[in-house]
């Protein structure tokens, strides 16, 4: 009992590709930045309780981390905005050549800043099994980290297709652009988190 | 514009450089005043004196550990002064074959020198007069090996005591022995503490007016402290004096006057505890004992009430960590001051008490003078057991101060432990501001040298369970540096003015006696195994020898059969904190030891097992 | 309008009837074969395979309920042994929670929402396949651990410290907590695709304001899933931490709390009873729709409503900690919210009746589901309204009072408003209509059976009965009323069974459905029943909220997709104007890869940390060749000007 | 009126009589709670009733149109939900409040949870007036007592329900409930928390008695355990005060100093044993003391294996410290 | 562990994993421990039922709980010692095997360590002796437990490998001139 087709609009001129809001990639990607972002407010939220629990913070005999590494690394993925900017923009313009260059600059800045977080965890003057304070600490670090390592991967595995002939597709561009878009997200999420390790120890 | 770029930059960069230079010569120049200060010789006007009476002492001999009875660890010997101690070598050494704590006070009676071991108690006299030392007669007591298992903090001895051709010493497992001085012959042994319901002995035994003082050790493990007077002819217990439980077994009588009202009123040692709890209440004797011939009373600590949990035993907890002075014939109780009621961080009062005449507020005062566990060096009066002043002679977070009017020391309560929830950065922590390791006074500066920690702890208490002969703890702890970092300092403290003449800060924490000497020299040992001697007055380091193995002993000078001075101190790691190395145990535990080798597990780095003796001397 | 292509690359006038459907069927059909099988991204076969695993959860943890009331029938009864039990009823509740009531509404919609919207696949197939296999692991791996008894047994919301590394030796805890991860993997992927899939994939002309009332409830409960799963997941994963690595976030001896675990438990666990009656209450508004021939009273009112529900859901998850002892002061804001949350629930209830009261009901098998729904959730609701005040909660929490609640709750106010919508789209699934007389029946038997087992719980509880005993002592009075509760389990569990069979005989032999069985007005409607591989030969427009009764026979269409690739519709999220014609990605076996490699990463890190790291490697291989754009084994896109 | 109010609210759900039931009204928190209960019994009938009516009305009515007044329906139900919600959120918090607000009280008891049992002590200025029991609870009559909660390992529930609503035991926090009992009474108490294995058996007796009576048995607890008169007791009292049992249990005045185990110093004048599990009766305690996995498997306590003489003898014994 | 080894356990371990996460609340079957000091107790052939104590959680956990109320840890910390020796290193005194633990508890040892026959059960001694193997990691992997309800004791005992026991002998330790 199917009902006739009644024919009332064609879609056949619509673009098959779309930036910003008009892709779906986007949205997934908005999605999983609304779960992360969730994954670290309630983190920050723990972080909070737990220092509600101590008399001092961190609490005694332990120091607050070392400013260096989280400093530089603060620097540098805050500098990283500027290619991921270009990289966006080149993408969704569809500059190729410029976006393969700027993929391997990021995948390098990425591999930096891994590098550097190793140096994080190492000057945090606190291991996750001394106490609560620890495990919170490691927890945001680790769990920031883990954004660093899936979006260098994705950054990889994208810089990688960029280099095939699948490059040219105009939706890798998407790709590109929401990749630079979750990049954006990696570090704005990086600020709070690095104010709670290095500074709010030294304030509180 | 061009033109003046130059000359801006060379401005900004002069400018640069001055300020930088400015800023450095500000830093340096106020840490070498302070350096200054702390070496230009400290004067005051008016000087305590040692106890008139109690300061007596054999002419450059040392017949018990602290020399006098009024404690003073004082060498009127003056050879070895400021100008030249920088050429002190050693002059022999004497290997014990013992690798546990060596915290024994060696004794030099004549021209021999008796010493004596950790577990199992080994003593051995040395023959001074012949230039190697031999040994003249040595003497095993045989303690049972169990006592080692009970010992709480390492199986050391604190030393013996001379009198009269006699030698009396304790072993682990809790004998009373008395020796020939000569022969090396045991005159009597007398048992006076049972290592079933866990006591030991450690401390040193004092001998005064014909009888042997001896108390327990085992505050860790619930037993119900005492202190025996032996009679020093026979090894007949004269009097025995429990630390708590009812009046008649305290020895409190009718003399008895303690000068606060919360320690007055009727078989307190059982009221103020719960239940009957009392009787595994603690409050061992382990420490020193003070004695002034005058009064004729003696003065000693009582440990911290058992369990270490407190929530286990609500009320005072009477008559442990506090100072008891008894008449030394019948130990009948005179007055009672509890520097810790309700101990909540096993802070014992069992620390020596330094018998000085001294100015209070312009009059002259018979007083003992307490570096207290708590942190608190108490001035008493020892004629009445007022506390004329306690003043924080350590970091200090769980006090707030000692209220004169009443007594009681005053709590922090955002340091009170709790059961379930840590309690962080206690300071003083377990071992307090000061552990047994005794001071010492010289008359000449009026100065207490006070070698003394710096650590804090994290404390959480977990609910004890009696088991005769077991650890009656409830407790977990973790104890670090205290404010600062450093683990461990010595003060010369003056109580006429109450405040500290000169500090010296020590990375590892103090566990050695100190010495003075009338040379203005003041020695102490270090536990990475430095024997240093500082100027009395500046406390300007002015020699350090480094020896085998750290130092926990308590050092003592003398003359030698040849004329010259001697100053002798053991070398061998141990005690509570050295048990670390000596006994082995693994610091990847942060609650191991009862929670002190989380202070120091770098330990082993500085230090290894040892037992040796050295002596020092003037080349010749 | 553009000149196309001779070979008539998209639908229109040109191209329709059976040569479309061939052409469809040749763009978005599967491999055959267990490989095809394993690989497919369609939503309806994911949806099928994701109801029928969740109702073999469902049939798992209803036994193990009839197990418990077997055991706690008599007093002092030596059935099963206390460790058993608390396995039993730890595994009765996650189970129920995590594997049937939450993943079987997402399984629903998984189904039911494409065809809704008018569209042909959902959002991200693959990542919804990947959903479905994540799911199924993580459901495998605790039945598995529990058959193994290594079942966890700190209750469903494990509270530290009983769940802790001291208290919980062994794995069983590990293997509760890694359970949620993977369900939550799995929610929160079906989530961001049922979001985007509802937001983005609706028929042109189905603005938000058009769109039916059960999309706006998974919509809600996408976004609810999105922000409340995150709290579960962290919870999770501290106690594993804890557990493995000696973190101490639960750990009061080194300044963790273990009230921090009911907090993060409680802000998800509150929303989670929403998550699931939220679509139970978008069945009842498609259902009572259908059945009372009119559109629900107030469509606005209760849009709003839903919108409000998961709101206010995000404020009340104090309310299960009144007696931990937190200040007093904050707990009348929480017995505020908590009483405010049934305002748009009671709005809701009277739009049905409303609905019902001015249409022209008729009375068939999955209106009978609505009406129970109405009769039993209402009590469930009420006895919220006295547990959301501290004084009464003070009395009745942890009782069999709350035990009765959260029952009327969770069966009244979900699985049967579930099994009206199973019998409701049935046919559309099937080709096939379930027996009504059956339905009736077994509607009957399971009414009956319910309330039997659990309206006598609510006595039990206030006359002091604990939740969470194995057994109690004789002498109580409880006696008589376990009795009563555990007859009426058996005969509950009887209906439930005689709905079953009602599946299967009605799966094999049941009436043939025509593409519009119940007369109804959505676009699910629309198509076949069962509905080809691609939905809709031409995807639907719509330009009101009863397409069907309001467009009759000529429901319109629009043309211009591809036929010779799979591509999808996006639209504008207001308005719903076309705007993108996105290509859907083919079938693949590796997002099963990836859940395999993912799963076994999961697993091996209840052991050791170091499964993190050793695991990266396969899964990533396995997300790299997921992602990685494959040969187009259909020409390009023609050039279109 | 004021009689027959508890009374409607028994009727309707039979749960006053009984040593375990939320409406026994046996304390002042218990009557305010039957008092509220009352109100939202009745307020919630109504609406269920309304909704039913509604329902039923809808079903049987079968016609078109009517919107707008249902319209108008709408908006009043939406109204009448929401006075009364807020009716109920006020009578809640006065309720409330008026709990909170128990007089100052002299009385202090700690009880500690433990898995399975419960540690009492009750507290005094006189440290030794100190008394500590186990897995009961003596109240005196129309007096507020202060109960402070701990935990020693899981998270319990204290719950008394005849008097009182229910208050966590949490490890690393220390809740205090101040609790009112009116009615003399024998009343019991069960844990409400998921504790672990044996939850199902974790229960005291409470007994509400005048404050005379309460004050003559304080004193009689402070006493030390009573010596074995006969041989049996006395064999019994040596196997006790030396063996396995004396590692865990304490005995007052007897060298069983246990801590980790309840105090069993007046175990003979307790009702009940395990917690609650037997009754208190010479058959259930030689039952308890042979196998005691047997009624509580998982309990802390082990099977020791004693010989049958040994068993008598201790069971006389610990029969004897009434 | 070798990674090889890890992904074996993890196969095995749901198979395996019955009896290591089994609760028997009336205990395992004792193993065959005669008298006490009977020579029946020979370490290289060890009761194959001493396996159902250190190879199963519950039974750990028992004796992890014995352990504080025996006032085990109040000598021997949570295994780094103190009055007592340390039980987290690899020096074993008197052996390592889990009968010659049971014999240390039970009949106590010369150099302090009491004697707890007849104040422990010998399925309490059986648990007791599985915990002090898990704190030095001699229990398997998987039933060990990341921290305890208390104070942080340092790296977690499922992140260390347990090394070989080492025979110390105590006259060695003692380093006596005796």
């Given at each position: 009992?199917?009902?006739?087709p ?8 619509l ?6 809001h ?35 913070w ?19 993925i805050l ?6 900017t ?7 313009q569809?500059?190729?050549r410029?976006?393969?260059k700027?993929m ?26 001394d106490?609560?304070?620890?495990s ?12 660093i ?7 990889v595995?994208?810089g ?31 600020l ?13 | 514009?061009?033109?003046r ?16 230079l ?20 400290y ?9 008139a009476?109690?300061g007596?002492?054999?002419a450059?001999?040392?017949?018990i550990?602290?020399g ?28 014990t ?14 021209s ?8 199992p108690?080994?003593v051995?006299a ?13 003497f ?15 199986v ?6 001379y009198?009269?051709g ?17 022969s ?8 006076v ?19 042997v ?10 037993v ?13 217990v ?16 009718p003399n ?5 009202p ?12 719960p ?25 000693y ?7 270490w ?5 609500p009320?005072?907890?009477?008559w ?9 014939d ?7 001051y ?10 014992d ?13 312009g ?20 004629v ?20 004169l ?12 432990p709790?059961s ?7 300071c ?8 047994w ?15 003394h920690?710096?650590?804090c702890?994290?404390?959480v208490?977990?609910g ?10 409830g407790?977990?702890?973790k104890m ?23 500090q ?17 020299v ?7 195994g ?26 003592i ?16 790691v ?44 003037l080349?010749? | ?56 959860f469902?049939a ?11 055991q ?53 197939a ?24 290594t ?12 769940s802790?590394?001291?208290y ?5 805890v ?14 929160l ?26 999309a ?10 999105i922000?409340a ?14 557990r ?11 300044g963790g ?10 802000f998800?666990?509150?929303?989670e ?38 709101l ?7 309310h ?14 929480y ?9 748009p ?13 001015l ?6 098998v999955?209106?009978l589901w ?12 009420l ?10 909660d ?5 009782t069999?009072?709350v ?6 709750v ?6 049967f ?9 049935f ?10 007389a059956?339905?009736?029946l ?6 009956v ?10 006595i ?21 009323l ?18 079953v069979i ?44 009863t ?20 591509e ?28 395999i ?14 499964a ?8 990533a ?7 990685w754009p ?12 | ?28 928190d218990?009557?305010?709670f ?12 109504v ?14 009515r ?12 709408l ?5 009448v ?7 109920l959120?006020i009578?809640s ?10 007089p100052?009280t ?10 399975w ?62 609790i ?5 009474g ?22 509400v008695?005048?404050?005379?009576d ?10 030390p ?12 009292y040596a196997?006790?005060?030396t ?27 307790r009702?009940?044993?395990g ?14 003391v ?15 294996g004693?010989?049958?003489d ?12 009434k | ?6 992904a ?11 009896d ?9 079957p004792?193993?065959?421990t ?16 001493a ?10 956990s ?8 025996m ?19 690899t ?17 106590g040892?010369?150099?302090?360590m ?15 002796a ?13 039933i ?29 330790d ?5």
């Open positions: 009992m199917t009902p006739a009644r024919f009332t609009g064609d879609l056949a001129h673009p098959t590709h779309g930036f910003g008009r892709s779906l990639t986007w949205w997934g990607i908005i999605g999983f930045m609304l779960i992360e972002g969730g994954f670290f407010a309630l983190t920050i939220a723990a972080y909070f309780y737990l220092m509600s629990q101590e008399h001092s961190p609490p005694p005999p332990f120091r607050p981390p070392n400013l260096i590494a989280g400093t530089l690394f603060t620097l540098v500098l990283s905005e500027l290619p991921n270009v990289i966006k923009r080149a993408a969704e569809g500059r190729l410029e976006v393969r700027l391997l600059v990021m995948v390098g800045i990425g591999l930096v800043l891994l590098v550097i977080r190793g140096f994080e965890f190492n000057s945090l003057n606190v291991l996750w099994y106490n609560a304070y620890g919170i600490v490691w927890a945001l670090l680790v769990l920031h980290t883990t954004h390592l899936t979006d260098w991967g994705d950054t595995v994208l990688g297709l960029m280099h095939t002939r699948h490059g040219i597709e105009a939706r890798r561009f998407i790709d590109v652009s929401e990749n630079s878009l979750y990049w954006r997200f990696v570090w704005l999420a990086w709070p988190i690095y104010f709670l390790i290095y500074w709010l120890p030294r304030l509180a | 514009m061009a033109q770029w130059p000359k801006l930059v060379l401005l900004v960069a002069v400018g640069l450089v001055v300020a930088a400015v800023a450095f010569l500000i830093i340096r120049g106020t840490g070498e005043r302070a350096a200054e200060a702390a070496r230009t010789p004067e005051q006007p008016a000087l305590a004196k040692t106890a009476g109690a007596a002492h054999p450059g001999q040392w017949y550990p602290a006098d009875y009024a404690s003073t660890r004082f060498s009127d010997l003056a050879d070895i002064n400021t100008q030249n101690v920088g050429q002190l070598k050693p002059a022999f050494t004497f290997d074959g013992y690798l546990k704590g060596h915290e024994a006070a060696p004794l030099v009676v004549g021999t020198m008796y010493l004596v071991t950790p577990y108690n080994v051995y040395l023959d001074l007069t012949k230039p190697d030392r031999p040994v003249k007669w040595s095993n007591p045989h303690p049972n090996p169990k006592s080692q298992g009970i010992a709480c903090c390492d050391v001895d604190r030393g013996m005591s009198d009269n006699r030698l009396f010493m304790v072993t682990l497992d809790g004998q009373v022995i008395a020796l020939d001085a000569n090396g012959a045991q005159v009597w042994r007398t048992p503490a049972d290592i079933s319901k866990g006591e030991t002995v450690t401390m040193a035994p004092l001998v005064a007016a014909g009888k003082l001896v108390g327990d050790s085992g505050g860790e493990l619930g119900r402290g005492s202190l025996k007077a032996l009679d020093e002819g026979s090894g007949k004269v009097w025995k004096a429990y630390s708590t439980g009812p009046d008649k077994d305290v020895l409190i009588g008895f006057h303690p000068y606060y919360s320690d007055q009123g009727k078989d307190l040692g059982v009221k103020s505890w239940g009957e709890a009392w009787k595994q209440g603690g409050g061992t004797i382990w420490g020193w004992i003070s004695y002034d011939p005058e009064l004729h009373m003696i003065y600590g009582t440990s911290n009430p058992g369990p949990d407190a929530e286990d035993r009320g005072d907890d009477k442990t960590a506090g100072i008891f002075a008894r008449d030394i019948t130990g009948q109780a005179r007055w009672f509890q520097t810790a009621p309700h101990d909540l961080y096993d802070h009062a069992i620390n020596e008490m330094i018998l000085l005449d001294m100015p209070v507020n009059t002259m005062r018979k007083v003992l003078v307490q570096p207290g566990r708590t942190g608190f060096m108490y001035v008493i009066d020892r009445t057991g007022q506390v004329l002043s306690a003043d924080p002679y350590a970091s200090m977070t769980a006090y707030t101060g000692v209220d009017k009443t007594g009681r020391i005053q709590h922090n309560p955002a340091e009170v709790q379930g929830r840590v309690t962080r950065g206690i003083p922590a377990a071992p307090g501001g000061k552990d390791n005794p001071s010492a006074f010289s008359p000449r500066t009026g100065l207490l040298y006070v070698p920690l710096n650590l702890m994290d404390h208490y977990t004890a369970n009696y088991i005769s002969g077991t650890p009656f703890l407790v977990e702890s670090y540096a205290g404010p600062g970092g450093y683990r461990g300092e010595m003060t010369a403290w003056d109580p006429v003015r109450r405040k500290p003449a000169w010296i800060r020590e990375n590892l924490p103090l566990w050695s006696g100190a010495l003075a000497t009338a040379g203005d003041v020695f102490y040992g270090t536990l990475d430095w024997f240093k001697a500082v100027d009395a007055r500046s406390g300007k380091l002015l020699w350090k020898y480094r020896t085998e193995s750290g130092i926990v002993g308590q050092p000078s003398y003359r030698g059969p040849d004329g010259r001075q001697y100053i002798a101190i053991y070398s061998g141990g005690g509570w904190v050295g048990g670390l190395v000596s006994g082995g145990f693994d610091p990847r535990d942060p609650t191991a030891g009862l929670g002190i080798f989380n202070a120091v597990p770098d330990l082993a780095k500085y230090t290894g097992r040892g037992g040796r003796l050295y002596v020092f001397a080349p010749r | 309008m553009t000149e196309l292509d001779p070979d008539l690359a998209r639908d229109g006038p040109e191209l329709t009837g059976v040569e479309l459907d061939r052409r469809l069927t040749a763009a978005w059909r599967r491999q055959p074969g267990l490989i095809g099988w394993l690989s497919t991204t369609d939503h309806k076969e994911i949806g099928k395979r994701y109801i029928v695993t969740a109702f073999v469902l798992l943890a209803g036994v193990l309920g009839l197990v418990m009331r077997a706690l029938a008599r007093p002092e009864s030596g059935l099963i042994t206390a460790d058993r039990y608390n396995q039993i009823f730890t595994m009765h509740g996650t189970t129920m929670m995590f594997l049937f009531a939450v993943p079987v509404m997402e399984a629903m919609a998984i189904y039911v929402i494409p065809l809704m919207l008018g569209t042909r696949n959902m959002t991200f693959r990542l919804n396949a990947f959903s479905y296999w994540m799911y199924l692991f993580g459901g495998t791996m605790l039945w598995v651990a529990f058959v193994l008894n079942g966890p047994d700190a209750g469903w919301f494990s509270y530290t410290p009983l802790g590394p001291e919980a030796p062994g794995k069983r590990d293997i509760w907590a890694q359970m949620i991860t993977f369900t939550e993997v799995s929610g992927a079906a989530a961001v695709v049922m979001a985007t899939t509802i937001l983005k994939q609706r028929a042109p002309g189905m603005t938000l304001a058009k769109m039916p009332i059960f706006w409830s998974m919509l809600v409960v996408a976004l609810m899933i922000f799963l995150p709290a579960v997941a962290l919870d999770s994963g501290m106690l594993l931490s804890d493995l690595v000696g973190t101490h976030f639960f750990n009061p001896y080194e709390d273990a009230l921090l675990w009911q907090h993060l438990f409680w998800f666990g509150h929303p009873v929403y998550i699931i009656f939220l679509p139970a209450t978008g069945f009842i508004s498609e259902l009572v729709a259908t059945f009372s021939r009119r559109p629900v009273f107030a469509y606005p009112a209760v849009v709003v409503s839903l919108c409000a529900t998961g206010l859901a995000f404020g009340l998850w104090v299960h900690m009144f007696a931990t002892g937190l200040p007093r002061l904050g707990f009348a804001f017995t505020a919210a908590s009483l405010t949350v049934s305002i629930t009671g709005v809701q209830i009277f739009c049905w009746i409303a609905t019902i009261w249409g022209r009901p008729q009375f068939r999955p209106m609505v009406i129970g729904f109405i009769v039993t959730f209402v009590i469930g609701g006895t919220g309204v006295m547990l959301a005040s501290v004084p009464l003070l009395q009745l929490h942890d069999y009072f035990v009765a609640h959260f029952h009327y969770l069966i009244g106010g979900a699985v408003p579930l099994l009206g919508a199973v019998t409701y789209w046919p559309k699934a099937t080709g096939r209509m379930m027996s009504e059956l339905g009736k077994s509607f009957a038997v399971t009414f059976g319910f309330h039997l087992t659990f309206f006598p719980m609510h039990t509880g206030m006359m002091g009965m604990p939740r969470r005993v194995y057994t109690y002592p004789a002498g109580m009075g409880w006696g008589t376990n009795m009563i509760s555990s007859i009426g389990a058996a005969i509950l569990a009887f209906g439930v069974l005689l709905f009602n599946i299967i005989l009605s799966f094999r032999a049941g009436r043939v459905a025509g593409a519009n069985p119940w007369e109804a007005a959505g676009l699910e409607w629309a198509t076949t029943s069962p509905p080809p591989v691609y939905n809709f030969p031409h995807l639907p427009a719509v330009a009101s909220r397409p069907l009764w309001d467009e009759g026979e000529g429901l319109p269409v629009t043309t211009g997709l591809r036929v010779d690739d799979r999808l519709l996006s639209v504008t999220i207001i308005d719903a104007i076309p705007s993108v014609r996105e290509p859907s990605p083919k079938p693949t076996i590796w997002p099963l890869l990836s859940a490699a993912i799963g076994v990463t999961f697993v091996w890190s209840i052991f050791t940390p170091w993190l790291v050793f695991g990266l490697v396969p899964s291989i396995a997300l790299t060749i997921w992602f494959k040969n187009p084994d259909v020409p390009p896109e023609p050039e279109i000007d | 009126m004021r009689k027959l109010r508890p009374l409607l609210a028994c009727l309707a759900l039979s749960g006053c009589h009984g040593r375990q039931v939320m409406l026994g009204a046996a304390g002042r218990g009557s305010m039957a008092n509220l209960w009352l109100v939202f019994l009745i307020v919630t009938l609406f269920y009733a309304l909704v039913l009516i509604g329902l039923v009305w809808a079903i049987l079968r016609r078109e149109g009517g919107e707008p007044a249902t319209r108008t329906g908006l009043v139900w939406v109204g939900i929401s006075v009364t919600l807020a009716g959120s009578a918090w006065l309720v409330d409040r008026n709990m909170n607000r128990a100052f002299g009385l202090t008891v700690e009880i500690t949870g433990h898995q049992w419960w540690d009492v002590r009750y507290t005094s200025a006189d440290p030794s007036q100190t008394l500590r029991t186990s897995n009961q609870l003596h109240l005196p009559a129309g007096m507020p007592v202060r109960v402070i909660l701990k935990s020693a390992d899981v998270i319990h529930s204290f719950w008394i329900p005849n008097i009182s609503g229910k208050q966590d035991l949490i490890p690393g926090r220390t809740n205090d409930i101040v009112t009992p009116e009615k003399v024998l009343y019991r108490s069960q844990c409400a928390e998921y504790c672990g294995l044996e939850h199902a058996h974790m229960a005291f007796d409470v007994t008695e005048p404050l005379a309460f004050e003559k048995w304080w004193a009689q607890g402070l006493l355990a009573r010596a074995p008169v006969t041989p049996l007791q006395k064999a019994g196997y006790v005060t063996r396995e049992c004396s590692t865990c249990h304490n005995i007052a005045g007897t060298p069983a100093t246990g801590q980790v185990a309840p105090d069993l110093t007046h175990l003979a004048s009702l009940s044993l917690a609650g599990t037997y009754p208190m009766n010479s058959g259930h305690l030689a039952a308890w042979a196998d005691p996995q047997s009624a509580k498997p998982g309990n802390k306590m082990p099977v020791i004693l010989e049958p040994q068993l008598n003898a201790v069971v006389s014994y610990l029969e004897s410290l | 562990m070798s990674s090889p080894c890890r074996s356990l993890l196969a095995l371990v749901l198979l395996a994993g019955c290591e996460q089994a609760r028997d609340p009336r205990g395992h004792l193993p065959e005669g008298p006490l000091l009977s020579a029946a107790m020979n370490p290289a052939r060890p009761d194959p039922r396996v159902d104590y250190y190879k199963n959680a519950f039974e750990v028992q004796g992890q709980q014995l352990f504080q109320w006032n085990c840890s109040g000598c021997h910390s949570n295994g780094g010692g103190g009055m007592g020796p340390a039980l987290s290193d020096k074993w005194r008197y052996g390592s095997s889990m009968a010659d633990i049971v014999q240390t508890i039970a009949n040892r010369p150099n302090g009491p004697s707890f026959s007849g104040k422990l059960t010998q399925a309490e001694m059986w648990q007791l599985a915990y002090v193997r898990s704190l030095s990691q001699h229990v398997p992997q998987s060990r437990s990341g921290r305890t309800e208390g104070l942080s004791v340092g790296e977690p005992s499922t992140l260390r490998d347990p090394h070989p026991p080492r025979a110390v002998t105590p006259k060695q003692e380093a006596s001139v005796e």
